[in-house]
């Protein structure tokens, strides 16, 4: 059974920093694009960025120039950079293949910003 396993998410400031990661136990991870996504209560989870096994990443406009996604294929894992946080970057987030396979959701991790 194919897990993603988030960790890294927490309390921080206005203009702090967080670095999320994401564990996998999928078959041949190094073939697949991997991507972030978030949610926050009432509204649909949203993509944040992706990243190609070459390495590409895309990042949405809202977070792009803050967030940075990075991939380690030895250890199955993405990374998601997070700086600058601001109050409505507050959400669960997820990580996923890029077509947010709906079996593939795993837990999450919470980021909280502020007080």
């Known amino acids: 059974q194919v897990q993603f396993v988030e960790s890294g998410g927490g309390r921080v400031q206005p203009g702090g920093s967080l670095k999320l990661s994401c564990v996998s136990s999928i078959s041949h991870f190094g073939l697949y694009t991997m991507a972030w996504y978030r949610q926050t209560p009432g509204k649909q989870r949203e993509l944040v960025g992706d990243i190609t096994p070459g390495g590409r990443t895309n990042i949405v406009n809202s977070v792009k120039g803050r967030f940075t996604i990075s991939r380690d294929g030895q250890k199955k894992s993405i990374y998601l950079q997070m700086n600058n946080l601001k109050f409505e970057d507050a959400a669960d987030y997820y990580c996923?293949?890029?077509?947010?396979?709906?079996?593939?959701w795993g837990q999450g991790t919470q980021v909280t910003v502020g007080s």
């Open positions: 996923n293949l890029e077509t947010g396979d709906p079996t593939y």
